[in-house]
């Protein structure tokens, strides 16, 4: 049997990304803490190589390689260069905080890597076990980094919820892909679905498998009844690994849906298109809701996030390509209102004092009128009220369902989008109209600041002329 | 040159630029540079009235250009005879309420003005826009600025009163998102306003989408029983604020009627038309018991606006009636310019009440009726004003507060004879509740020391409330060039929703 060589070429960022955590991890090790900025420098240098690489080799058209276990195409080459940006936009977050709790470590960066590779696994894989390498790569990757402040009791528990949580639903999302191969005899993707295509396997047995796969990708998402573990790990996990894993992971978690219902299971759409209802609707509500009564802004922000992961199915939900164009493009204005709302938690965060309480932004407008104005903009985006992004990320799931003639999924989630606005509004409260208790000066470094000002000046500049990037979401999707 | 468009961005880039500026200048210069921008929009404002063609009932100063392709989005602005007036109040308006700022506001002077000057040029999208997604964004994005003001320059419960304005607006105005995608996708994915005008749709959907308008646009107006936001915010608004919510937000949901529900869905507004009726003629009545027991002045406004504002969609929709019974359009026709003139006018007269309460404020710190008594004899020329407003306000001939009134009254004769006894009713209450108001606080013996103490208008004062009582004697006597420019627009309005579209 001839063994013939795959090409390489598609997975070029891949390798390159994997040779140079090796090199960080080496370098590392030569290094003493003043020079740690050595670290932090590769690291930046390895996403943005990663990203010219991932520009060079993409391809119009799908191209599979690795025995068809692999597939490059250009909502694979969109969301990985979303990842790296949301990645180095973290990474440029954190180095302050991280230098003044003393978790400046070349552990962080490439453990961090370690799950951007991951993510790239999960966004590029066109088979069962490459999504499941990338997914376990991804997660272990973070459990780590929960857990790296190593001797705060509140970490530790969060990264054991994680865990454990992570591992059942691991579980949940295997014994589902058992199935499907005693289904329909493969794991590739495209094979799966020209079986289910044919109506040539039993349908109970891919019923039972959709079931297990929803729930493990219900749990990886976070919504609703599989949320637990959310608010707890956002507000133990060190803030900075916070805004990581609400960011990045949420855009590799949408590429897993995508590849898995969408181009793997797209044949029993009308099975899922339900129980995604069901889920969706249920992280709307409760994510909604229960914010509302939290003190903590983390994990307010934690259930933002459920309601967020409901919206973004309701494009997935619509089950047409509109509606997947929607929902990526809901994910990555996510992502980046993310990255704005924990980024400043950190702005505001000192050395011994984290700023994750709402009474913490008392004030805000006195102390700093211009980084105030720059999470207003980011509140607003997030209850999507225009003119700032997330009203665009809004109206389009919800003209996907409106579309398919879901238009009671689009009330009921627009009722409860009000109801979320009110704890929005709460924070933008506390920064505006409340007296500031705490009076020191917003410090921190040059750069944070400039980056975490365009963050909050690109949510609004793409509010006025979203042309761009809805154009990029739609060219992208089949 | 793209007049609305210089009419929309010049405020709005104005208000970032005395944001801009804050840093660098004091806030004397700030408040000159906010006038100036103020004054420079409406004087750029005035072509759109003088070389208005008043013959059409087309779009005028139509600008349009692509902006969301993928969702056929455009953007698509354009006036007609009801939304040239209205945008010509904002830009006149927005200047009383910088000069209404100019001594009271001492903190944060640039943000405010900056506010007011963004929500400018957005009420004027709104008015301006004819896609309904920029039509959308504008009507909502306008609620930032005015949440940012109540909140922060605001009275005692002013977090309470502008979190209840925010969320009740915005829960309005999602039906109206989702009404408007519906129509996007019955219209073969357009968002055009005109193309919504033209569309057939069965009677189901019509019911469901002139509900889901009317809780937007009846939140906005307010009508009863939506209202309750509306005395709140009043009451905790800065002066601008109140006058800015009377005289334009509470216009923004009355032209939604005649913009969207009138034409779009016109068979479900026919067979709901009595609900609107009712809903208007309970404004005008009850509201009106509501508003004469009112010990807070800015409250007592604030509930007289609901029943002027009551009027203007009695007017809207008796043309229902109106039609099946005469058959000609002419007699409805009456109701509706009625109404618009009423919104104009509306816009003149609560806003100089509001500013009139809002200097008495500044002197008292008391908003009360009983804290006042016998201002008349230490603020005569105050007096005059206050006197002539509350004139106008109870629809005295002579001043604007009459045209639209009685061109109502007289258009529901046509109707039904009971609306127009109910709708007349409210020249009695009207007058008696602003009457009485102006009765305690103006008249009879000085009531304390403080009032002993008040000071007379100064000249800033004097200029805004006698350039108010001109616009209200002007067209109170001479209505004809406003009536003139609506004429085309509503014949062909009403030309438009007597068609069935089913």
């Known amino acids: 049997m001839a063994f013939e060589i795959p090409n390489f070429t598609p997975a070029l960022p891949e390798i390159f990304l994997l040779t140079m955590i090796c090199v960080v991890l080496v370098v590392d090790l030569f290094l003493t803490d003043k020079n740690r900025s050595i670290t932090y420098l590769l690291s930046q240098a390895t996403l943005l190589g990663a990203a010219v690489l991932t520009v060079v080799v993409q391809s119009a058209v799908p191209e599979y390689t690795f025995s068809g276990m692999f597939v490059n195409d250009g909502m694979g080459t969109v969301l990985k260069l979303f990842i790296y940006l949301s990645t180095a936009v973290v990474f440029i977050y954190s180095r302050e905080y991280l230098m003044e709790r003393n978790l400046f470590k070349g552990e962080f960066f490439v453990l961090a890597l370690f799950s951007v590779l991951g993510m790239m696994v999960m966004v590029s894989a066109n088979n069962l076990l490459t999504i499941y390498l990338g997914l376990e790569v991804l997660s272990l990757a973070l459990v780590a980094l929960v857990a790296l402040n190593r001797d705060s009791s509140i970490s530790s528990e969060a990264a054991m919820k994680y865990f454990v949580l992570g591992a059942i639903a691991s579980g949940m999302l295997l014994y589902g892909m058992s199935m499907l191969y005693g289904a329909t005899g493969s794991l590739d993707h495209t094979e799966i679905a020209s079986f289910i295509e044919q109506g040539s396997t039993d349908d109970i047995v891919l019923k039972f498998a959709l079931v297990f796969i929803v729930i493990g990708l219900a749990f990886k998402l976070g919504a609703v009844p599989f949320h637990m573990w959310v608010p707890d790990v956002y507000e133990g996990a060190p803030t900075a690994i916070t805004l990581f894993i609400s960011s990045a992971p949420k855009i590799a978690a949408f590429a897993m849906l995508m590849r898995l219902l969408v181009e793997g299971l797209g044949g029993l759409l009308v099975h899922w298109q339900d129980m995604l209802i069901i889920i969706a609707v249920l992280s709307i509500i409760a994510g909604n809701v229960i914010a509302i009564a939290q003190t903590n802004l983390k994990r307010m922000l934690a259930y933002s996030t459920i309601s967020h992961v409901g919206f973004l199915m309701l494009g997935i939900i619509a089950g047409t390509s509109d509606g997947y164009s929607a929902g990526m493009f809901y994910v990555i204005v996510y992502a980046l209102m993310s990255l704005a709302a924990f980024g400043m938690i950190i702005l505001l965060s000192r050395s011994g004092f984290e700023a994750d309480t709402l009474e913490d932004f008392k004030g805000l407008n006195q102390r700093s009128p211009w980084f105030a104005f720059m999470m207003l903009i980011t509140m607003f985006s997030m209850a999507g009220v225009p003119p700032t992004v997330g009203f665009y990320a809004k109206l389009a799931v919800l003209s996907a369902v409106v579309e398919i003639g879901l238009v009671w999924l689009a009330v009921l989630a627009v009722v409860f989008s009000v109801i979320g606005a009110f704890y929005y509004l709460r924070v933008i409260k506390f920064m505006y109209f409340d007296k500031a208790v705490d009076t020191t000066p917003i410090s921190g470094a040059y750069d944070m600041r400039a980056v975490m000002s365009a963050n909050g000046v690109i949510i609004l500049l793409l509010g006025i002329y979203p042309t761009g990037l809805i154009a990029l979401c739609v060219s992208v999707m089949p | ?502």
């Not at chain 2, 419960?157 to 209840?164: D, G, S």
């Not at chain 2, 200029?463 to 067209?475: E, F, M, R």
Request: glycine share 8%; proline share 3%; net charge negative.
């Open chain 2, 1 to 502: 040159m793209p007049l609305l468009s210089l009419v929309i961005w010049l405020p709005i880039l104005g208000g970032l630029a005395v944001l801009a500026a804050s840093r660098h200048t004091s806030d004397a210069n700030i408040r000159w540079m906010a006038l100036a921008v103020s004054a420079v929009t409406f004087l750029v404002s005035l072509p759109l009235f003088f070389s208005f063609d008043s013959s059409t009932h087309e779009m005028q100063f139509v600008e349009m250009a692509a902006w969301i392709p993928a969702f056929n989005i455009n953007y698509h602005l354009g006036v007609d005879g009801i939304s040239m007036p209205l945008i010509l109040l904002t830009a006149f308006s927005t200047i009383f309420v910088v000069a209404a700022g100019w001594e009271v506001i001492k903190v944060r002077v640039a943000q405010y003005m900056a506010a007011f000057l963004i929500m400018e040029g957005m009420m004027i999208g709104v008015f301006a826009a004819l896609d309904s997604m920029l039509f959308y964004v504008f009507w909502e994005a306008m609620l930032i600025p005015m949440f940012i003001v109540i909140g922060v320059w605001g009275g005692p419960r002013r977090v309470y009163a502008t979190i209840k304005f925010f969320l009740y607006t915005f829960f309005g105005s999602v039906f109206l998102l989702v009404a408007l995608i519906y129509l996007y996708f019955q219209a073969d994915k357009s968002f055009a306003i005109l193309d919504f005008h033209v569309l057939k749709i069965g009677m189901d959907a019509q019911i469901l989408i002139f509900l889901a308008f009317l809780i937007a646009f009846a939140v906005k107006v307010p009508m009863w029983p939506f209202h309750t936001w509306l005395p709140d915010a009043h009451v905790e608004a800065p002066t601008g604020g109140s006058v800015i919510l009377a005289a334009i937000m509470l216009k923004l949901g009355a032209y939604g009627f005649v913009r969207f529900i009138m034409p779009i869905v016109p068979d479900a507004s026919f067979e709901l038309d009595w609900l609107i009726i009712l809903m208007s003629l309970i404004a005008i009545v009850y509201i009106a018991f509501v508003a004469l027991v009112q010990e807070d002045m800015k409250k007592l406004i604030a509930y007289s606006s609901i029943a002027h504002m009551g009027f203007v969609t009695l007017g809207f929709f008796m043309v229902f009636t109106i039609f099946e019974k005469t058959g000609s359009i002419q007699g409805a026709a009456l109701g509706v310019e009625g109404a618009l003139i009423q919104m104009i006018s509306h816009g003149f007269i609560s806003g100089a009440m509001f500013l009139c309460v809002g200097m008495m404020y500044d002197r008292m710190h008391s908003r009360n009726i009983s804290d006042y008594g016998g201002v008349t004899n230490t603020m005569p020329v105050f007096a005059a004003f206050f006197l002539f407003f509350a004139m106008a306000n109870a629809g005295l001939p002579g001043t604007s507060g009459f045209v639209g009134e009685f061109m109502v009254i007289l258009s529901a004769f046509q109707a039904n004879f009971w609306y127009a006894f109910l709708a007349a009713l409210t020249l009695i209450f009207g007058a008696a509740y602003t009457l009485w108001m102006v009765k305690r606080v103006l008249f009879g013996e000085i009531k304390n020391d403080k009032v002993a103490q008040l000071t007379d208008l100064n000249g800033r004062e004097t200029l805004i409330l006698g350039t108010l009582a001109a616009a209200v004697l002007i067209l109170g006597l001479w209505p004809a060039p406003l009536i003139d420019v609506m004429h085309a627009t509503v014949n062909n309005l009403l030309e438009h929703v007597v068609v069935s579209k089913l």
